[in-house]
Structure formats: structure tokens, C-alpha cells
């Protein structure tokens, strides 16, 4: 029985997609060769294209498991989740921007008013 490999494609926005077996998945373009350890030419220009000065299967199994990995899709809820913090805080800021800026145009009133009776006087 033929060892299988993790293979990687390239889908059509650039993605990066990894398989095992012989086709690569619809829509996508092999990077790997089914041995698993040779990169075919789209892979090479794939690499190149983005600047990775060693271009191997192992650059585009460190990439693939970047973007994979369960920290990516906590940090994403993480991000989430201060977004609407950040937002709850913004409102609470414009709730008390507004209730200082009533104070102090009744704190105004009032020293007007005291002054113009003082005025007077």
C-alpha cells in the first residue's frame, strides 16, 4: 500500500488548500508532487511570487499550518470580541461626554445667572 502524503494546492484567490491523495481538489492548482517532497513548477512560481527565499514542501507546510491552526480562529474571535468592546466603550464615553457637557452647560447657566444678579446689585 502507497504511503500517502500531505500535498498542497493553490485555489483560485491564492489560498492555500492541503490534501492527500493523487487529484487535487476541484478548483484548485497542485503545488506538490504526489511523491510529497517535490514541488512542481506552479508550486515553485507559487513560492516565488511570494518572495520565500527557499522554495520547499516544508515552506508551504509551515504556511499552510500558519493559517490552520486553532490560534488563527481564536484570535479571530478574540478580534471579535474587542470590537465590541472597543464599541460598548465608545458609547459609554459618548454617554458621559454628553452628561459632563449638560453639567457643565447648567454649572454655566447658573454662574451667568449669579453674576448678571450680582450685576444688578
Known amino acids: 500500500m502507497a504511503e ?3 500535498q498542497y494546492a493553490e485555489g483560485k484567490s491564492g489560498e492555500l488548500y492541503g490534501y492527500t491523495g493523487k487529484a487535487a481538489p476541484a478548483g484548485t492548482t497542485a503545488l506538490v508532487e ?3 517532497t517535490t514541488l512542481t513548477a506552479e508550486g515553485l512560481k507559487y513560492c516565488q511570487k511570494r518572495g520565500y527565499p527557499s522554495p520547499m514542501v516544508a515552506t508551504l507546510r509551515v504556511l499552510h499550518d500558519q493559517y490552520q491552526a486553532p490560534t488563527v480562529g481564536q484570535a479571530i474571535e478574540a478580534a471579535a470580541l ?3 468592546l472597543m464599541l460598548e466603550k465608545q458609547n459609554n464615553t459618548k454617554k458621559m461626554s454628553e452628561r459632563l457637557r449638560l453639567d457643565w452647560e ?5 454662574f451667568k445667572a449669579n453674576a448678571a444678579a450680582a450685576a444688578k446689585k
Not at 447648567?106 to 447658573?110: G, L, R
Open 4 to 6: 500517502q502524503h500531505k
Open 34 to 36: 504526489e511523491d510529497g
Open 106 to 110: 447648567q454649572q454655566d447657566k447658573a
Open 82 to 84: 474587542n470590537a465590541d
